[in-house]
């Protein structure tokens, strides 16, 4: 047992960051000192990331932490040659940097939240050395089902399948945002079932919210809002809606705005759903603004819109990272997610009445983007007798932040002895 409750997290991605690796670290790093755990963070400065930075996120991760930061390569001068990812470009500095500092300060464990993948394969490499042991937190998967096949997206699924297993099966626990990812590495790697798989959606502080005031609406149109990217896995889920949106748009004055939509860096962004737009004729009454905006411009945003959207993908282990952020808000929000996913088993639960649920195979099916414009409709039309959901219900109090970091704690100390 090491009796220094010290965690190293690795997060190139950290506040000033708003992305949602970032997202789930300043939670973590917000709670984690209450259960008695010290968390050092090694990340870079803003200069060597390509995302607009936002001065709230530094504010609301709070000071309960050491932050280290290390040297990366100057994205501005790797691009030249097509890398762009901060896992690789930050591999180096951030090696030597854990390194250095595991064998002074000898932490308890390491977490490795992913993406960006490549950090975590030094985790072998550093427990080996060391005796330090690791976890790995899967916000998302490094191993999945792609259609694309250029060079990059080839050669970056050969590369995880090269290096995944022999990081997992290292490792002293695995989390994941979704019981699906989970499952998933099960099949590929039997041998890791021994092991603690825990299984930890995104949380949400609440206190997030109280700071954001509503502005007022400057027309009459109905307001509807998604803030977020949109992955491939994504775009046939869109078509659907868009369909559905339509149909709506004959009756009601809808303007559906899609924000922040590609992964993309500053001045790399290009859209995403502009040849879906076109092919639904939807461009009267849809708009996409491609470019990441701050986390609290995004909930300022939100919290102007008369409605919001929750949309899920064609994976089940898809976990929706703004979900209970939504519930938070207090905002109605019409939830059209995958039947298997964790976001629809949520909200079966909270019998959460604005939603419907799909199967893939059903996406673009006649009859279904029906239904789908049918509940729209309810919802729109009886946004105004929306209530919102207690933040006192067991079933939300589960995922809030202190809640998550707690599971955390939990496992953290098992792995500790």
């Known amino acids: ?39 050092v963070i090694f990340t870079v400065d803003q200069y060597y990331r390509e995302e607009a930075a936002d001065p709230w996120m ?19 001068k790797t691009r030249k040659f097509g890398l762009g990812d901060l ?12 390194l250095k500092q595991a064998k002074k300060e000898r932490p308890a464990l390491i977490l490795y939240p992913v993406p960006p993948w490549y950090i975590m394969v030094m985790a072998p490499l550093i427990k080996r050395i060391t005796g330090i042991p690791y976890a790995i937190d899967f916000i998302d998967p490094w191993i999945y089902k792609t259609s694309r096949r250029n060079f990059k997206s080839v050669a970056s699924q050969r590369i995880a399948r090269l290096l995944e297993g022999r990081v997992v099966k290292g490792s002293s626990a695995i989390f994941a945002v979704s019981q699906g990812i989970l499952d998933d590495l099960k099949k590929r790697y039997p041998s890791i079932s021994s092991l603690p798989l825990i299984a930890v959606p995104y949380g949400v502080e609440v206190s997030d919210y109280d700071a954001i005031p509503v502005q007022p609406k400057v027309n009459s149109e109905i307001l509807i809002r998604y803030t977020g990217a949109i992955s491939e896995n994504m775009l046939i889920v869109v078509d659907s809606l868009l369909k559905a949106f339509k149909k709506l748009s004959e009756t009601l004055p809808v303007r559906v705005i899609f924000t922040g939509t590609s992964y993309a860096g500053i001045g790399l962004t290009k859209p ?23 986390y609290r411009e995004a909930l300022e945003m939100n919290k102007q819109a008369d409605m919001l959207l929750l949309i899920g993908d064609t994976t089940p282990y898809y976990a929706a990272s703004k979900m209970m952020g939504l519930v938070a808000s207090g905002k109605p929000f019409f939830a059209w997610v995958h039947a298997d996913s964790f976001p629809a088993q949520f909200l079966e639960e909270l019998q959460y009445p604005h939603r ?25 039309q009886n946004r105004d007798r929306f209530i919102p959901v207690s933040l006192e219900n067991p079933v939300f109090n589960k995922f809030t932040a202190k809640a998550m970091t707690k599971t955390f704690a939990d496992t953290f100390q098992k792995i500790n002895g």
């Open 272 to 294: 995403v759903l502009a040849e879906l737009i076109a092919k639904n004729g939807a461009s009267d009454f849809v708009v996409e603004n491609p470019a990441r905006v701050g």
């Open 58 to 76: 530094v504010e609301i991760a709070g000071n309960a932490f050491e932050k280290i930061e290390v040297s990366a390569w100057d994205q501005r």
């Open 87 to 98: 896992g690789i470009r930050v591999f180096l500095g951030l090696y030597r940097s854990m």
């Open 356 to 380: 419907l649920f799909f199967q893939t195979g059903e996406l673009g099916d006649e009859n279904k983007i029906s239904q789908l414009a049918e509940a729209l409709s309810y919802s729109i």
């Open 1 to 39: 047992m090491n009796d220094r409750k010290i965690v190293f997290i690795p997060a190139p991605f950290f506040p000033p960051s708003a992305m949602p690796p970032a997202q789930r670290v300043r939670l973590l790093v917000r709670h984690l000192h209450e259960y008695g755990w010290k968390p």
